[in-house]
């Protein structure tokens, strides 16, 4: 078992012995966030224990913004429903310590109706297992890992939020990429946050400066791809909950800022047999090492760029982190080790891979694992193969796809995709489409600081 992780005996144990009082008891929600309760030790023991029980929670939780605002326009669950309840049922096998909380541990949940106890289907963690299973049924494990990047300001999350988060200090005034000096500097909140996940069952490989100012990545452990989303959802959650106890504000935001880089997702996937455990990536004979799988992989990936574009990038702010010569892609290309390109042939033999370059440090890691073997799937099923290699500077290369330049065409990319009405079905298509018009929509009812500079006293 990975370290950090508890069996349920484990965590009934611990609470009798009382060296565990609290079970955070938490799923992911449209925005990638954990919602839930914190359930005492003694109401685990009673009503919880070896998954016999559950907890509710009001299915508004999956129709709202990232201000935790109600929106309309979904089916779901809406006003004329009455906003009912859902139910939260534990996965077991998800039962962790975390240690920076005190005498805490966390189960995360699947969703089921109250009625008949059958999956929530617009949950990001049962839309993730849907595309799972369907990867399974053709004899496949979808493996993944994700690179975070995030920014760190001197700044406590509530003095910034007190400047509107505005002119904050980047921790550092040098660019960080990989310099072991300016990041010693960190260490005292990076290491906190590096060993906290390992004693969290979050394995961490390791940490680096990356491109920005008072910008880190610290990266986990690959593993199968709802394994992955939730260490993924764990990691940003902890680490901003760390990072609090330190006095310091940090962001995933994909573009915090103009004058600086954005922060990316890189998604890592591959295909293994289901079966035998083996990579179905690398062919030693063939070009570029394709395998079949690895071609249809890649193809049905670049093919779908466009049309699933908004599961990797879900808000107004994401598509500004796509600027040329920034490291975030706007080229549907791929290279062999070019991080000009929107997708990256990288490792070799069993570590071959696609990273996909083109998510941000805000996508929700349930919905992109999803869209991605959606789309691999679909390129591996319509036999499609890749376009021919690229080469040189892809941000000025011709005739080559582009990422959506904003969510108004990333919108209309993902409302008319047939790929993604066809493997998440119509009503996750349609709520998932809502969620992507209201993010829209509530930008158009704001008016920005921009806006306010360029326009106050010239009108």
């Given at each position: 078992?990975?370290?950090?992780m508890?069996?349920?005996?484990?965590?009934?144990?611990?609470?009798r012995?009382?060296?565990?009082?609290?079970?955070l008891?938490?799923?992911?929600?449209?925005?990638?966030?954990?919602?839930?309760?914190?359930?005492?030790?003694?109401?685990?023991?009673k009503?919880?224990?070896?998954?016999?029980?559950?907890?509710?929670?009001?299915?508004?939780l999956?129709?709202?913004?990232?201000?935790?605002?109600?929106?309309?326009?979904?089916?779901?669950?809406?006003?004329?429903?009455?906003?009912?309840?859902?139910?939260?049922?534990?996965?077991?096998?998800?039962?962790?310590?975390?240690?920076?909380l005190?005498k805490?541990?966390?189960?995360?949940?699947?969703?089921?109706?109250?009625?008949?106890?059958?999956?929530?289907?617009?949950?990001?963690?049962?839309?993730?297992?849907?595309?799972?299973?369907r990867?399974?049924?053709?004899?496949?494990r979808?493996?993944?890992g994700?690179?975070?990047?995030?920014?760190?300001?001197?700044?406590?999350?509530?003095?910034?939020?007190?400047?509107?988060?505005?002119?904050?200090?980047?921790?550092?005034?040098?660019?960080?990429?990989?310099?072991?000096?300016?990041?010693?500097?960190d260490?005292?909140?990076i290491?906190?946050?590096?060993?906290?996940?390992?004693s969290?069952?979050?394995?961490?490989?390791?940490?680096?400066?990356?491109?920005?100012?008072?910008?880190h990545?610290?990266?986990?452990?690959?593993?199968?791809?709802?394994?992955?989303?939730?260490?993924?959802?764990?990691?940003?959650?902890?680490?901003k909950?760390?990072?609090?106890?330190?006095?310091?504000?940090?962001?995933?935001?994909?573009?915090?800022?103009?004058?600086?880089?954005?922060?990316?997702?890189?998604?890592?996937?591959?295909v293994?047999?289901?079966?035998?455990?083996?990579?179905l990536?690398?062919?030693?004979?063939a070009?570029?090492?394709?395998?079949?799988v690895?071609?249809?992989?890649?193809?049905?990936?670049?093919?779908?760029?466009?049309?699933?574009?908004?599961?990797?990038?879900?808000?107004?702010?994401?598509?500004k982190?796509?600027?040329?010569?920034?490291w975030?892609?706007?080229?549907?290309?791929w290279?062999?080790?070019?991080?000009?390109?929107?997708?990256?042939?990288?490792?070799?033999?069993?570590?071959?891979?696609?990273?996909?370059?083109?998510?941000?440090?805000?996508a929700?890691?349930?919905?992109?694992?999803?869209?991605?073997?959606?789309?691999?799937?679909?390129?591996?099923?319509?036999?499609?193969?890749?376009?021919?290699?690229?080469?040189?500077?892809?941000?000025?290369?011709?005739?080559?796809?582009?990422?959506?330049?904003?969510?108004?065409?990333?919108i209309?990319?993902?409302?008319?995709?047939?790929?993604?009405?066809?493997?998440?079905?119509?009503?996750?298509?349609?709520?998932?489409?809502?969620?992507?018009?209201?993010?829209?929509?509530?930008?158009n009812?704001?008016?920005?600081?921009?806006?306010?500079?360029r326009?106050?006293?010239?009108?």
């Amino acid at each position: 078992m990975v370290p950090g992780m508890l069996s349920a005996s484990d965590l009934e144990e611990r609470i009798r012995n009382g060296s565990i009082d609290t079970v955070l008891v938490a799923f992911p929600d449209l925005q990638g966030r954990l919602m839930g309760k914190r359930v005492t030790g003694h109401f685990w023991l009673k009503q919880m224990r070896a998954g016999e029980g559950e907890v509710h929670a009001c299915n508004y939780l999956l129709t709202v913004d990232s201000e935790m605002a109600v929106v309309p326009g979904y089916d779901y669950a809406n006003w004329d429903k009455g906003y009912g309840d859902f139910a939260l049922v534990p996965d077991l096998a998800t039962i962790r310590t975390i240690p920076w909380l005190e005498k805490t541990a966390m189960v995360l949940c699947d969703l089921v109706e109250e009625e008949d106890g059958s999956p929530v289907e617009v949950s990001p963690r049962q839309i993730l297992k849907r595309q799972i299973g369907r990867a399974a049924a053709l004899g496949y494990r979808v493996c993944a890992g994700s690179e975070l990047e995030f920014f760190m300001f001197k700044e406590s999350l509530d003095e910034a939020a007190a400047k509107r988060y505005q002119d904050l200090s980047p921790h550092s005034h040098v660019i960080l990429d990989y310099h072991i000096l300016q990041t010693t500097r960190d260490e005292y909140l990076i290491r906190a946050i590096r060993n906290g996940m390992d004693s969290a069952g979050v394995p961490v490989e390791f940490s680096k400066g990356e491109a920005g100012y008072g910008q880190h990545e610290i990266n986990l452990e690959y593993s199968d791809a709802l394994t992955m989303a939730d260490r993924h959802t764990i990691y940003k959650n902890g680490a901003k909950e760390i990072a609090h106890q330190h006095n310091r504000a940090i962001t995933f935001m994909a573009k915090y800022t103009m004058g600086d880089v954005g922060s990316s997702c890189h998604i890592h996937s591959s295909v293994w047999s289901a079966d035998t455990g083996e990579s179905l990536m690398w062919d030693p004979v063939a070009d570029h090492h394709f395998s079949t799988v690895a071609s249809g992989w890649l193809g049905g990936l670049i093919a779908t760029g466009r049309e699933l574009a908004w599961m990797f990038a879900p808000t107004v702010n994401s598509f500004k982190r796509y600027q040329p010569e920034s490291w975030a892609p706007t080229a549907l290309a791929w290279g062999h080790d070019n991080r000009t390109c929107g997708y990256r042939m990288v490792g070799h033999g069993a570590s071959y891979r696609v990273e996909s370059r083109i998510p941000g440090a805000d996508a929700n890691p349930y919905l992109a694992f999803a869209a991605t073997i959606a789309a691999g799937l679909h390129g591996i099923e319509q036999r499609l193969a890749p376009p021919p290699r690229f080469d040189g500077n892809a941000y000025v290369a011709e005739g080559v796809g582009r990422v959506p330049w904003n969510i108004v065409e990333a919108i209309d990319e993902f409302e008319s995709s047939a790929v993604a009405r066809s493997a998440f079905g119509e009503d996750v298509h349609a709520h998932l489409l809502n969620t992507a018009k209201q993010e829209w929509a509530s930008f158009n009812r704001a008016v920005t600081d921009w806006e306010l500079k360029r326009n106050f006293d010239q009108w």
